[in-house]
């Protein structure tokens, strides 16, 4: 799982080198291959809703009415605000998730921030610190 996840980290560092069939490639790989199984032992919130399977790391935050699966990914130390649904995603490490988001077939790299309100991403690699919608449409990589 560790080398499938540095591999995706490195080939969204420069999305101009990666072709987007690539990195959609990548990530329906790693969900089908490590996500067969549920890790959802190590977070911190109150009664979220799992539709496995989910993978979630050391030291997870989930807000209220948060919506995980099926195949998720969460690093450590990320924070999921309320009012999220996330599905067929990978969060790297570090990330935090704003309130009423809805993601789906997403990579969200490693410290990245999604600080908008009521948003709704799809098929895409989101990285950075992102506080509007139009900060996110520059650097948001469509996948197809």
């Known amino acids: 799982m560790k080398k499938d996840l540095k591999e995706i980290e490195k080939t969204i560092s420069d999305l101009e080198l990666n072709s987007q069939s690539q990195i959609q490639e990548l990530l329906s790989n790693f969900l089908k291959t490590h996500l067969k199984r549920s890790k959802i032992e190590n977070f911190i919130g109150d009664y979220p809703t799992f539709i496995e399977p989910v993978y979630l790391e050391e030291n997870v935050k989930i807000g209220d009415d ?31 998730i704003g309130e009423n988001m809805k993601l789906d077939n997403c990579i969200i790299g490693k410290n990245t921030m999604l600080s908008i309100k009521n948003l709704n991403v799809d098929n895409c690699v989101v990285i950075g610190k992102i506080k509007t919608k139009e900060e996110l449409y520059k650097i948001m990589y469509k996948l197809k």
């Open 66 to 96: 948060v919506l995980l699966g099926p195949k998720v990914y969460i690093g450590k130390n990320s924070e999921i605000k309320d009012y999220v649904e996330i599905s067929n995603s990978i969060i790297f490490d570090n990330v935090i």
